[in-house]
């Protein structure tokens, strides 16, 4: 049956509109357009192959003779629960308020650093869980190595001959059996001999019981300056007793035998060995801190218990099941597909050297997939880090902690437009009760109302402000009282693809509502009538202060704090009229909203940074946040022209200043450019990012690796090929020439939509829609016509046919 069409353009006259199946031809998932491989073992850790389950995580070198899997679990961190309540807050802040309003800026700064700071201004790290060392007899001769990861099963395998035997290691981390799983085989019978050991740095011991297990038993135990190392100048917190964690090793051998030899087991004369690892800690999220009452050591035991006598094929098997059918919602093809016969690396320095590869773009954005994967769903009950789960220093750069001011909301930017909408639960799970805990710090710090979170927090739900100095601390800290809430329009963004009431009702509108009576409370009136942020900042970038020539950052009312408040207000406006709630409250932020400044721009035809036209310290800084309505939100669009094209501007002056130089803030490039529709630009920016920032085994590097700017990059190449934020679907937005055929499938739309195409030419051939909530439907196609139907059927396909044959 047909929708009816209520309105669509002439140029509408070469498209066919009906309802059917599968749009194609989308090829199926091939393990060359899913698989990285390597001719030899990884040197470094920037080379290795990361698995994960959400909660438990490896880093696969492949060596020989020594295999080394690095190991992490997400919740494995030194320290506990520590805030920083400096006295006075609320009254000194009073003060700092009016130096801002007064002009005084210098002042203001002076006397924050000295008011409004605590030490210890920060916290401690995420922690490495061990190493697991495989130990093979040396061998001398080895032929036809091949070590690679496959994206679709999340299956690693090495592949080597030596003395005419060919030996395969296979590993998985599965989320259904929660266990690694390891396979050690050869061609022939009794080949197979093996050394398995854990090692850790300090605090835990590693003791064999009987011939086929190994036990690990471990404590934190910090040491506080200065007898012990702490990497925040500012302090992380008071020594002691903290998490407690435990491994469970089996390993079962199919010939041979397999003894205990001190604390490793060895394997000998095997057919095949099979390993299997389990790990838990005494950390609960609902508590957001240990939970004594919980034995990690009986956990991992529960959980090998229950596989202990599973077959290797069956393990397997539901490992894969369970991970193509999250994996395989969504293909990509860009071309270019017989690129994949070269090693991964090697196409990566191709590129390096002005090459191009779109099927390797394409591998990256099916690699950001997988890696949301393996490090945010269940098991899982925290959300990725600044590193994922995947770490291997004892002090991991900025504690790999959750950034609020860019790093975090990105890593969840993929979420729902590339069909994964499960790997937001882990987020929700630690999220929602640090806002709860943030209502503490709101009213404490502000006496104000809803809840506050700043820049930098950990899984104890750090709510005060956080740095690595005093100085940090007051500028990235102090001065940004909305990242939280900045972050919560990921929940608004999940329902605005979802549709799901209950998810609104529940726990988005209750967070954003939270935000809201915050910040409402936070606005200042200033003397022409205009609600502002006060103190502001524009993260991480100063202005040089016009009177005195000093770069400064603290402001009032910079863009990035007013579009966040805009943002917040207008969603819970939103959300208030679709639960039919809160009248009263949905009219005082109406009020307020109306009386926010403006996105202005400067005399150079540029977004201004700040509520004045100030001239920039570091205009080519990394950090692009007054484009923030741009992306990740939608308010400056093609529909103010004069924004939009001050937006470009200000990319530009940006770029060319040195901007775009780590790789998050390069992948947040990618999808600005999608946004203004540039998809030549944004294609550019796509391989400079796999140019200047990406390591042999495709992590993102700030430097250092930091995960952010893979997720940011799969997310810019989905904006590039469909974009839902203006309420309307939008056909192959930003499609590049260098794409000129390809196919998509299972991306999603808001309001309920999941779409694929096929492309010819750099034109549409077909693209098929399907409607997932019955929600009217409004598509743009690449040839600039509008289809507008006033409803749809649930479960229904839409075909488009282009101009394209």
């Known amino acids: 049956m047909l929708q009816k069409l209520t309105s669509v353009s002439p140029k509408s006259m070469i498209l066919v509109l009906s309802i059917v199946g599968l749009v194609g031809p989308v090829p199926a998932t091939t393990e060359a357009a899913t698989e990285l491989w390597y001719g030899q073992p990884a040197k470094k850790w920037t080379e290795a192959l990361p698995l994960g389950n959400g909660r438990l995580g490896a880093m696969i070198f492949g060596s020989v003779p020594i295999e080394r899997l690095q190991l992490n679990e997400e919740s ?433 509108y209750p967070v954003l509502k939270g935000a809201a009576e915050f910040l409402l409370d936070y606005l200042v009136e200033d003397s022409d009538g205009m609600l502002l942020v006060i103190p502001s900042t524009s993260p991480e970038n100063s202005y040089f202060h016009p009177e005195t020539g000093k770069a400064v950052r603290i402001t009032k009312g910079s863009t990035y704090s007013t579009t966040i408040v805009r943002a917040v207000f207008e969603s819970v406006i939103a959300g208030s009229e679709l639960l039919d709630v809160d009248t009263q409250f949905r009219q005082q932020l109406e009020t307020a909203v109306v009386l926010l400044p403006p996105v202005q721009v400067g005399a150079d035809g540029t977004i201004q940074e700040w509520v004045e036209d100030y001239r920039e310290q570091n205009p080519g800084h990394r950090h692009i946040s007054h484009l923030i309505g741009l992306h990740p939100f939608s308010q400056i669009t093609q529909k103010n022209s004069e924004l939009f094209a001050a937006a470009a501007k200000t990319i530009e002056r940006r770029l060319t200043s040195g901007g775009g130089h780590t790789g998050w803030s390069r992948a947040w490039v990618i999808n600005f450019y999608a946004r203004l529709l540039d998809g030549d630009a944004a294609h550019e920016h796509a391989l400079m990012l796999l140019r200047k920032s990406t390591l042999p085994n495709l992590f993102d590097t700030h430097p250092p690796f930091q995960i952010d700017g893979n997720f940011g990059g799969t997310a810019g190449i989905a904006e590039m090929l469909l974009q839902s934020h203006d309420g309307e679907i939008h056909l192959l937005p930003a499609l590049p020439k260098a794409w000129p055929d390809g196919s998509v499938s299972g991306l999603r739309a808001r309001g309920g939509f999941e779409v694929s195409m096929h492309w010819k030419n750099g034109k549409l051939v077909k693209a098929d829609v399907k409607s997932i909530l019955g929600n009217p439907l409004v598509i743009h196609t690449p040839e600039g016509n509008r289809i507008e139907y006033e409803k749809t059927e649930t479960g229904k396909h839409y075909e488009i046919e282009g101009a394209e044959k």
């Open 76 to 508: 494995l961190w030194a320290g506990e629960p520590l805030e920083s309540y400096p006295d006075n807050f609320r009254a000194n802040l009073s003060e700092l308020q009016q130096f801002v309003l007064d002009g005084q800026i210098e002042e203001a700064h002076s006397f924050g650093l000295k008011n409004l700071t605590q030490s210890p201004t920060s916290f401690r790290s995420y922690e490495p869980l061990a190493d697991l060392l495989i130990e093979i007899p040396e061998e001398t001769s080895i032929r036809d190595y091949r070590r690679n990861l496959d994206l679709a099963t999340g299956v690693a395998s090495v592949r080597y001959e030596s003395k005419g035997v060919r030996y395969t290691r296979e590993i998985f981390i599965s989320a259904v059996d929660d266990v690694m799983a390891i396979r050690l085989s050869a061609d022939k019978q009794g080949a197979v001999d093996a050394t398995i050991r854990l090692t850790r740095e300090k605090d835990m011991t590693v003791t064999a019981v009987g011939n086929h297990r190994l036990r690990m038993d471990g404590q934190i135990v910090d040491v506080a300056a200065p007898a012990g190392y702490d990497d925040n100048p500012g302090g992380s917190g008071p020594g002691g007793n903290h998490m407690k964690f435990a491994g469970r090793l089996l390993v079962r051998a199919a010939g041979g035998s397999v003894v205990a030899d001190g604390d490793s087991l060895v394997a000998s004369g095997a057919d095949e060995v099979v390993i299997l690892f389990s790990a838990k800690t005494d950390y609960k999220v609902a508590l957001l801190n240990f939970d004594r009452s919980i034995n990690p050591g009986a956990e991992a035991d529960a959980i090998l218990a229950k596989v202990a006598d599973s077959s290797w094929q069956q393990l397997k098997s539901d490992h894969i099941a369970e991970h193509r059918a999250m994996f395989d919602r969504v293909t990509l093809d860009l071309g270019g597909a017989e690129t994949a016969e070269n090693p991964t690396d090697k196409r990566l320095n191709t590129v390096k050297k002005g090459g191009e590869d779109p099927a390797l773009l394409a591998l990256c954005f099916q690699y950001g997939r997988y890696l949301l994967m393996s490090s945010s769903r269940g098991p899982s009950q925290l959300p990725a880090n600044l590193q994922g789960i995947w770490n291997d220093r004892m002090w991991a750069p900025w504690e790999s902690d959750y950034h609020l001011n860019i790093n975090l909301q990105m890593n969840y930017w993929p979420v729902d437009v590339c069909n994964l909408s499960e790997t937001i639960d882990p987020l929700v799970d630690w999220f929602v009760p640090t806002t709860e805990r943030g209502r503490m710090s709101a009213k404490r710090l502000y006496d104000a109302d809803g809840w506050v979170v700043f820049t930098a927090t950990n899984p104890f739900g750090r709510v005060t402000p956080s740095g690595s100095t005093k100085n940090s601390q007051f500028d990235n800290g102090v001065l940004d009282p909305l990242a939280g809430a900045w972050m919560a329009m990921t929940l608004w963004r999940h329902y605005e693809f979802t549709g799901d009431r209950q998810f609104l009702s529940d726990t988005a």
